[in-house]
């Protein structure tokens, strides 16, 4: 059972447009979510978190929208530059547990 | 601050083995959290630790287990491998303990080759 979906597998941007990158839940009970990016041979890098008390969050380039009633999130990255080029990992956590659920990712490839 | 430290990078085993990763948090912090990443299942929890107890447990099977010492430091064990076993195995670390701290920061992962 997939509690965490990202449907796109792969997203393409050209450099200096915006990004955008979709996630799903499922189980109503989360109420944290974070934003990952993961370079090859590397750990998940935390970019950037929302609180399911806010339905925006932005932090520089980035910035998480959530909407509760259709449980999306959504990250916007503006603009694009090519070091974005990474697989993104949306994740969930219920009630301040650290036991965090991941979605599938997104390869993000950012074109110059 | 240091990051979150994993050893070893790389391991090579055989079906039958058992194999023991270890992790050193962010100076600081008292969660530890380890994860198993896999082409076909994702990144998926393993447990966590906090004060050297075990706090949450994902579905993996007996053979999968961990300890936290005083220091912070988790090791995980890994009994009896078997060729699916074969994974990056992630370690995060989090300030967690204080209201409403819930990043995770990972260290690079050990990969682990079961033949």
């Known amino acids: 059972d997939q509690q965490v979906k990202q449907n796109s597998p792969s997203l393409s941007v050209q450099e200096g447009r915006i990004s955008i990158l979709n996630c799903d839940y499922t189980n109503s009970m989360f109420d944290y979510f974070l934003w990952y990016k993961k370079y090859p041979a590397e750990g998940p890098t935390f970019l950037i978190s929302i609180s399911s008390i806010k339905d925006k969050n932005e932090d520089g380039r980035f910035t998480v929208f959530l909407n509760k009633s259709a449980k999306h999130l959504s990250l916007h990255i503006v603009p694009s530059q090519p070091g974005d080029s990474a697989v993104y990992f949306c994740?969930?956590?219920?009630?301040?547990?650290?036991?965090?659920?991941f979605g599938q990712g997104t390869r993000l490839t950012i074109n110059p | 601050k240091a990051g979150v430290t994993q050893t070893p990078r790389y391991l090579i085993k055989t079906r039958g083995q058992q194999v023991t990763l270890s992790c050193s948090p962010i100076?600081?912090?008292?969660?530890v959290s380890w994860y198993q990443q896999t082409p076909g299942q994702g990144l998926q929890f393993l447990f966590e630790y906090f004060s050297e107890t075990q706090r949450n447990k994902g579905n993996f099977p007996g053979r999968f287990s961990g300890r936290q010492f005083s220091n912070s430091r988790s090791e995980m064990n890994v009994s009896t491998l078997e060729l699916g076993d074969s994974a990056l195995y992630l370690c995060a670390s989090s300030a967690q303990g204080l209201a409403g701290i819930n990043e995770q920061f990972f260290g690079p992962g050990t990969r682990l080759t079961v033949l």
């Open positions: 100076s600081g912090h008292r969660s």
């Open positions: 994740a969930a956590s219920a009630e301040g547990a650290q036991k965090l659920v």
